[in-house]
């Protein structure tokens, strides 16, 4: 009797020590799973240098170009501002995702009260940058307009390493490059040359090469039917004279007021009597570049793969 007794104590102590021993482990994974998780990356940009934790999960983002960016790499973002959307990225209208202001007015006080790991900002909010650092590590994540693909691949691929998407930014950017590679091929094999054009209110703006939407130039090898075009945000205000002047093979429209949500169209003032005289129109390539795009996103995953196929589409 007393030796069943020793056995059966014995076999109690042995089953709590491979208890104590089960729990230790799982204790040693969470710690080394939070130990994972508290790992910091450091990114010096145009407005600092900011630290912050990888992964971070709750992220409030203000460009568009690195939403789409993130929304294709299966990341979500926790605020943004709702106004203004582009269509293609509707989906964060919901009331899911809290409303981060506007692009040039943020709700602090809503940004605040999310206590987020970590703020993305771009071009429109660079002057309130000290604001949105006080609460909680920001970064400047902007093209930059003077070398667009380097600009734009950097910023892809320190997407990738805060989320830990190296592998499937790797993949999409080859992707892209293949596609201009072939769009370089088609337009090197003809002579047309283009004009840039940004419409708005019946008033027109022109965009040559290093401008916002000059990588048409830049990038994809599209001879510039004007090279002295000032190079400015706004870009450079010209008259309807002004474009049958210049009489471009091509006329690349962006709409402003489509992607602001105004009425009145841009092909009833672009399409006058005298743009009618141009090359352009007299062989059908006035080419309206979608605003969603074009002029409220851009320099993201998706937004650049569409803006590739759009100048495609003209020159294959």
Known sequence: MKKWLLMAFTLMVVAFLAACGSEDAGETNAAEKDGEKAETMTVTHEL??????KNPE????????ILDSMDKLGVEAAAIPQESLPGYL??????EYVNAGTLKEAD??????LDPDLIIISARQADMYEEY????PTIHMAVDTDNYMTSFTDNMNLLGEIFGKEEQVKEELASIEATIEEVNTAVSETDEKALIL?????????YGPASRFGLIHDVFGVQPADEGIEVSTHG??????YILEQNPDVIFVIDRNAAVGGEASAKDSVENELVQKTNAYKN???VYLDPDYWYLSGGGLVSVNQMVQDIQSVFQ
């Open 48 to 53: 600092g240098e900011t630290t912050f934790e």
């Open 58 to 65: 709750t992220v409030v983002v203000f460009d568009f170009g």
């Open 90 to 95: 509707e989906k964060y209208e919901g009331e």
């Open 108 to 113: 602090f006080e809503a940004i605040h009260a």
């Open 133 to 136: 650092a006080a609460i909680a």
């Open 198 to 206: 940004l419409a708005n209110e019946g008033k027109v703006s022109a």
């Open 236 to 241: 450079q205000s010209v008259s309807y004279e």
């Open 284 to 286: 059908g390539k006035i």
